[in-house]
């Protein structure tokens, strides 16, 4: 960049308005001019007269939805904005072209290449546009994958977060004290986990007081070992408190 641009004093504020509103003004007329030259040009075509309105719609609203992701995707790689600039500039050619024919027609009648040409732009248009819009919905999430949607993730469910809770000694103390038993009177002959009787109890007594249905699975996933174990151990817990 020369030090001649870099020293450029910035744009005023007054002269920005101006060209925004006669832009504005610009736009409306040309809309307007050619809205009425591509209906007229699809009533000749064969289009319903209750239809033609729509097909100046097509054409000039691929227009504005192109320049709105040209505008929408700057900084990003060529790969990426050569389609929207394509397509912008192929509605520009064929809104000019549409009302380049309409301006020389003499006849009500159209030629067959203009009438077909006049049906081929609505499902071309069509194809277009959602191809652009699912361009720019992936550039607006990405690294999510193509059309993809950030869904809320799922909490974890009552029990599983439960069993995540460790407890602690001074936890599990007052907890023994209430259910434990003295050691003549437990099963004999059993195996043993690593925990000792007292936590395990102490863990049973809190999963029943939170209103947690305590499992094999649960069981196991806290002192070790296998499912199956984990049921018969709580059902030994089970019928020690009933003693109790």
């Known amino acids: 960049m020369s030090r001649r641009a870099r020293s450029a004093p910035p744009v005023t504020r007054a002269a920005l308005t101006s060209a925004l509103v006669g832009t504005a003004v610009i736009a409306v007329g040309a809309f307007w001019l050619s809205f009425h030259a591509l209906t007229d040009l699809a009533l000749r075509s064969g289009v319903p007269r209750e239809q033609a309105w729509v097909w100046p719609l097509i054409v000039d609203g691929v227009i504005i939805v192109s320049t709105v992701a040209v505008f ?41 290449v203009i009438a077909v040409a006049v049906a ?30 950030p869904w809320p993730r799922r909490r974890p469910a009552p029990a599983a977060a439960a069993a995540k ?3 602690t000694p001074d936890a599990i103390a007052p907890a023994a004290q209430r259910v434990a038993k003295p050691a003549d009177q437990r099963p004999s002959g059993r ?54």
Do not use: C
């Open 165 to 167: 809770v460790e407890t």
């Open 191 to 244: 195996s043993r986990a690593m925990a000792s009787e007292e936590q395990m109890r102490a863990w049973l007594d809190e999963q029943l007081a939170a209103g947690v249905k305590p499992t094999g699975a649960s069981f196991a996933k806290r002192f070790g070992g296998s499912a199956s174990t984990g049921r018969r151990r709580l059902a030994e817990l089970k019928g020690e408190l009933v003693d109790a």
């Open 72 to 112: 929408a995707l700057r900084g990003h790689s060529r790969v990426i904005t050569t389609y929207p600039w394509a397509l912008l500039l192929g509605g520009v050619v064929v809104s000019v072209v549409a009302n380049g024919a309409h301006a020389t027609l003499t006849e009500t009648q159209v030629p067959d």
């Open 120 to 149: 081929t732009v609505p499902p071309i248009a069509l194809v277009a546009a959602t191809h652009l819009s699912a361009l720019l919905l992936d550039r607006t999430n990405p690294g999510a994958g193509s059309l993809s949607f």
